[in-house]
């Protein structure tokens, strides 16, 4: 929404909350946020991409702030088909990189 002092949107960013729910009968639903430096986006993603062997992405979001240099990512995924099904152990491999706020 831009001000009426610019009337460019592209000049004014407004913050918001964003909601956002799934339903997976039967299945195990997690849902992460994660913040990180915008420098650690290529190791997140290289190892997001190894733990989400046999987990199902369902939905989420993405968002850059360029000023504070920080990404800030929400998804939602299916662990059912997980032999160990515990959210916190993919928590802490996230935790892991360097960047994660």
């Known amino acids: 929404m831009a001000s009426p002092r610019s009337p460019d949107p592209i000049e004014t960013c407004y913050t918001k909350e964003i ?3 799934e339903n997976l009968p039967g299945g195990k639903l ?3 946020f994660i913040r990180l430096r915008r420098e650690a986006e290529p190791e997140f993603f290289k190892v ?3 733990s989400m062997k046999n987990i199902v992405e369902l939905s989420g979001f993405y968002d850059a702030d360029i ?3 920080e990404i800030s990512m929400g998804f ?3 662990i059912s088909h997980l032999k160990e099904s515990v959210p916190e152990k993919i928590a802490e491999e ?3 990189i360097e960047g994660v706020l």
């Open 19 to 21: 909601m956002c729910s």
């Open 48 to 50: 997001f991409k190894i």
């Open 67 to 69: 000023e504070k240099n």
């Open 94 to 96: 996230f935790k892991k």
């Open 30 to 32: 997690v849902e992460f």
């Open 76 to 78: 939602f995924i299916d």
